[in-house]
């Protein structure tokens, strides 16, 4: 065991953990504040039922010796899992780092979802998720399985968190249907100082999610740190640049997208490339997701957030491009294309497709069977109303100076304004 690689997994843990509250904030600022809270709650429950579906069964299924599609059950409720070694750090630590990936991929589907989807349904499809979905995937690529054995790269997760969320959140998506506001009228950000902050607390975070993933405080993780700064650097002037050129404003909720699609692009090849590759890798990144963002606007898949084109296109095209500028004498693993390897680029997009085969195909049926026991879709009225208040009952901003006592639906009197029914507010101010 080594002490100082120890150490630094500890520190990269608690950073990747600090990302999901910080997907909260980048998701919560782009909804309308009737909805800022459920979006922000989406997220933080995350931590909890996704982390425990990890503990309980989850780990055994990704990392466990299984087969090449997924792993047994014999580290089931932590057996085995304790301070015996695993590599130079301790083998709980490990479960612990993994468990906070399981985490925030679970919760990056909710930006396709927001505004519309029943909460108690959500967290049943989450913890399902991560363990019928997530794992499998996960011990393909790093618990052994067959894209391990092919020689699949992904240093950090292109394919099994970003690729792996956004098939997910397609379907979800599609299977739910647009708001019903959708089209229809503007659906504006409601705080996009939220979105920056949330934008700026991922990429600290980012620095263990890459750094972190080489277990162990050496030069590999220092590959990996750098490139996770240099990547995102060379997105957001792209991206920036192609705002001024297309409308001539440089908004502040695309640079905050720049950053996030530099950094999941970066993620699959962080240990792998040099740092100018990572600077090229950013650049050429922010094309094909910003235009694919523009695409999606204009069609009537109402992916709230724009998951598919930050996560899935940033993540297949990092994904690919680690194929092409992977170099062994970088990290001595494997060449990319570039370097006498064309075959590294056919692996690549073998786990591309294999990933959004397996996601959609185990999505699609999560859902439909959660759509047996009840609905998952909120009612026309609760959408209208917001979330925050039919599905937890508070609201993210107070009115006027006095409480807001909110009423169950049933015991609105009859004739009165649902709204009305709905927000009673108690002090000075108009309700």
């Known amino acids: 065991m080594n002490n100082s690689d120890t150490a630094w997994v500890l520190v ?12 909260g904030f980048f998701y919560g600022g782009l909804v309308r504040r009737k909805n800022a809270l459920n979006t922000m709650m989406m997220s933080v429950c995350a931590l909890g039922f996704v982390g425990l579906g990890w503990a309980l069964v989850g780990y055994s299924l990704a990392f466990g010796r299984g087969n090449a599609w997924i792993g047994d059950l014999s580290m089931t409720l932590l057996r085995g899992v304790g301070l015996e070694t695993h590599g130079t750090i301790p083998h709980l630590l490990f479960f612990a780092f993994q468990g906070t990936f399981a985490i925030i991929t679970a919760a990056l589907i909710s930006g396709a979802i927001v505004e519309r989807m029943r909460f108690g349904p959500y967290l049943a499809f989450l913890t399902l998720w991560g363990l019928f979905v997530y794992a499998p995937i996960a011990h393909w690529v790093w618990g052994g399985g067959w894209l391990a054995r092919l020689g699949a790269l992904d240093f950090a997760g292109g394919t099994v968190v970003h690729v792996n969320a956004a098939a997910a959140a397609l379907v979800v998506a599609l299977l739910l249907r647009p708001r019903k506001d959708y089209a229809r009228r503007a659906i504006l950000p409601h705080n996009v100082p939220f979105t920056l902050l949330g934008a700026g607390l991922l990429w600290f975070g980012w620095f263990g999610f890459n750094g972190g993933s080489a277990l162990a405080a050496n030069g590999i993780a220092t590959l990996a740190f750098v490139n996770t700064m240099l990547a995102p650097i060379a997105t957001l002037v792209v991206w920036t640049l192609l705002d001024l050129s297309r409308t001539g404003r440089a908004t502040a909720v695309g640079a905050a997208t720049a950053i996030v699609v530099g950094l999941v692009a970066v993620t699959p090849a962080a240990g792998f490339v040099s740092p100018i590759s990572a600077i090229l890798l950013g650049a050429v990144a922010a094309a094909p997701s910003y235009f694919a963002l523009l695409w999606r606007a204009g069609t009537r898949v109402d992916d709230s957030l724009d998951v598919v084109a930050a996560h ?120």
């Open 12 to 23: 990269a843990t608690a950073l990747v953990l600090l990302m999901t509250p910080a997907l």
């Open 312 to 431: 899935g296109v940033g993540g297949t095209v990092g994904a690919l491009l680690t194929g092409v500028l992977a170099q062994k004498s970088w990290n001595g693993v494997a060449d990319g294309l570039l370097f006498g390897n064309p075959r590294q680029l056919a692996i690549q997009a073998a786990a591309v497709l294999g990933t959004i085969a397996f996601s959609a195909a185990g999505t699609f049926a999560i859902v439909k069977v959660l759509g047996l026991a009840g609905p998952v879709r909120a009612t026309a009225r609760d959408e209208g109303l917001g979330l925050d208040v039919t599905q937890h009952g508070e609201e993210a901003y107070s009115r006027g100076e006095g409480a807001i006592l909110v009423l169950h639906e049933a015991s609105a009197p009859r004739g009165l304004p649902v709204a009305a029914a709905t927000f009673v507010e108690t002090g000075a101010g108009s309700p």
